[in-house]
């Protein structure tokens, strides 16, 4: 079925722990796409069945041309979107003009995924995919960034979760203590915003010692320094707001939609460090 629709290359373009990505051209039209295959169990139709749900025309969220189950594999035949990844910017940093458009789309992403009663589960850098330059001009309203991999997605039913899925670094306290809910995206939202804006993750990491236990110790108990970070008051405001320890007092998706640093009220004019 896969092969009189798409025609698929041989080679990988990404790897992970539950599927292997390919590119592929729709025998139709001639269109890119990006072909996940994925083991036939419950946790492929739960990525198939969200990511049909989450179909938007916003554009934030990658189109899914056809999902196919064969005996053993399932494929979801998306959007292909060619730009870097955010994890180029590890160690980086971009403008904060360039990082508040970003941040805008993965809102956008966010609002629509909760909206539905559904978490995203594994918002990191590693998932969010530049569709243009970053270096390039781009108007308010054009999607700068898509956000890729629904595999960690769940749908919320509005009893909290305790067993624990995404990717360590960018969980929010409440998931290693087991009793998480749709604010958890949030906290990831806000370790991204700070990476992307500095370069660095706001915890310090042994490299030799990247355990869950050290990362879940660090997040636990480090605390985070916004007032020395070289950015404006309005983004620390913001990061403040996203990177608060307590589930219940973090900024929503509507209130971070409504900060004047998404909107745009205040200049972002940078603050001096040292």
Known sequence: MLQRLVKVESTPIGRGGFGTVYKGVLVRNGVH????????DHR???????????????????????????????HLVM??????????????SLPESVVVHIVRNLLQCLKTCHTNNIMYG????????????????????????????????????????????????????????HNFGLA??????GMCTYILTTGMYPYTLDKKNITKEHIADRILNESISFH???VSESCQDFLKGLLEEE????????????????????????????
């Open 33 to 40: 796409v990006a072909v996940k295959t994925v083991r036939n």
């Open 44 to 74: 492929a139709h739960r990525e198939m069945d969200i990511l049909q749900s989450l179909q938007s025309p916003r554009g934030v969220i990658p189109k899914l041309y056809y999902t196919i189950e064969e005996e053993e594999e399932c």
């Open 79 to 92: 959007e292909y979107i060619g730009g870097r990844d955010m994890s180029y910017w590890v160690h980086r």
């Open 122 to 177: 594994d918002m990191k850098l590693a998932n969010i995919v530049a569709t243009q330059s970053l270096t390039l001009p781009c108007e308010r309203d054009r999607t700068l960034v898509k956000v890729v991999d629904y595999g960690s997605a769940h749908r919320y039913m509005g009893t909290n979760f305790t067993r624990p899925f995404g990717t360590y670094t960018f969980m929010a306290p409440e998931m290693f203590l």
């Open 184 to 189: 958890a995206d949030m906290w990831a939202l």
């Open 228 to 230: 020395t970070i070289p």
């Open 247 to 274: 589930p219940e007092k973090r900024l929503t998706v509507d209130e971070a939609l409504g900060h004047p640093w998404i909107v745009g009220k205040t200049v972002l004019k940078r603050v001096k460090v040292g």
